[in-house]
């Protein structure tokens, strides 16, 4: 199954907004509101920020946002912080043959 | 406090077979859904299997279907993975997932597994 097509990179100063892209289909991103969005340390297990579309768990900053339209998610992070620095993964729920897609990845770079 | 704790990895051979479990503690394990995620050295991560809280509904990924078999014993709390016809492109950090509605809400830290003759 092809991923999500999210951008390899994206770079930000502290204080900045960022915008991640996921891109999927009308088979995935476009049919279902079951996106997430995980952020992974070096080393570490991914850890999720974002789940059915725009919905922030509790203890997850409000400086990460998620929206949806048409076959294209987004991960908006505001406030930009050095601890941000992290690979960020879309995930989306596509039907029962498939299940779930995982998006690439992005690495975020904080300047 | 969640935990969910994998072992079983290790090192085999192509055509080999490995059985991972993944204990968890914190929670109602029969509550909830679970899955099997891997992620490759340097690579993305990569959805592989999927299991009811009651564990008659199961799915898997493409590359690992007619392989792998998820399963699990919710009076021990445990889930497992067992994978046959090892390949070399198996090799990966499997991750042992709680889902809570449509996010994998815990991960536990992994357990490599290596194909290689």
């Known amino acids: 199954q092809p991923a999500l097509t999210q951008p390899r990179s994206v770079s930000g100063s502290p204080g900045q907004s960022v915008t991640i892209s996921c891109t999927g289909t009308?088979?995935?991103?476009?049919?279902?509101?079951?996106v997430s969005w995980y952020q992974q340390h070096p080393g570490k297990a991914p850890k999720v920020l974002i789940s059915?579309?725009?919905y922030r768990p509790p203890g997850v900053p409000d400086r990460f946002s998620g929206s949806k339209s048409g076959n294209t998610a987004s991960l908006t992070i505001s406030g930009l912080q050095a601890e941000d620095e992290a690979d960020y993964y879309c995930?989306?729920?596509?039907?029962?043959?498939?299940?779930?897609?995982f998006g690439g990845g992005t690495k975020l770079t904080v300047l | 406090e969640v935990q969910l704790v994998e072992s079983g990895g290790g090192l085999e051979q192509p055509g080999g077979s490995l059985r991972l479990s993944c204990a968890a503690s914190?929670?109602?394990?029969?509550?909830?859904?679970m899955n099997w995620v891997r992620q490759a050295p340097g690579k993305g991560l990569e959805w592989v299997s999927y299991i009811s809280s009651s564990g008659t509904t199961i799915y898997y990924s493409d590359s690992v279907k007619g392989r792998f078999t998820i399963s699990r014993d919710n009076g021990k709390n445990s889930l497992y993975l067992q994978m046959n016809s090892l390949r070399a492109e198996d090799t990966a950090l499997y991750y042992c997932?709680?889902?809570?509605?449509?996010?994998?809400?815990?991960w536990g830290q992994g357990t490599l597994v290596t194909v290689s003759s």
């Open positions: 009308s088979s995935d991103v476009g049919a279902y509101n079951s």
């Open positions: 995930c989306s729920y596509a039907g029962i043959d498939t299940f779930r897609i």
């Open positions: 059915a579309v725009n």
């Open positions: 997932v709680r889902v809570l509605g449509s996010a994998f809400d815990y």
């Open positions: 914190g929670f109602i394990f029969s509550d909830y859904e």
